[in-house]
């Protein structure tokens, strides 16, 4: 089992997520199962079958979020170092060749959001970042090629 890492508030919505599903989620289907049999038989009920086929995704996605919990360890900024790039670190990155500066937080698979500028620590570029101190080059591979970013700033806020 690998270790996930994550912010108290990472954890909490994910938590509230589970039990929405486990509630909600589980009663939606329920329901469903229940209206499609009652349009007769099973065997050419092609919306038994869909709302089956959803009972099972949604018993797979809360056995994630389970095992997701389960292997959380909850990470507070101030049990962090801001001297190179981890985990919960906000990282102003300069692209070398264009001159365009990009800020990003590192944070955890589930709690990556690119809309609000939080990255995985698992993604490429993620990857590439950690461990790297203030004036470090990363080199990153995308789909682009290889990129060059230069560490500007990291802070832990």
Known sequence: MSVSYMTQEGYDKLRTDLEDLKTRGRQEVARAIAEAKEKGDLS???????AKDAQGMLELKINEMEKA????????????????VTILSSVTIRNVKTGKD?????VSESEADLKNRRISVNSPIGQGLLGKAKGDIAKISTPAGEMDFEIVSISLD
């Open 102 to 106: 990009m800020t990003y937080k590192l």
């Open 69 to 84: 919990l389960a292997n959380a360890r909850i990470i507070s900024e101030t049990d962090l170092d801001a001297s190179k």
């Open 44 to 50: 050419e009920n092609a919306e038994y079958d869909a």
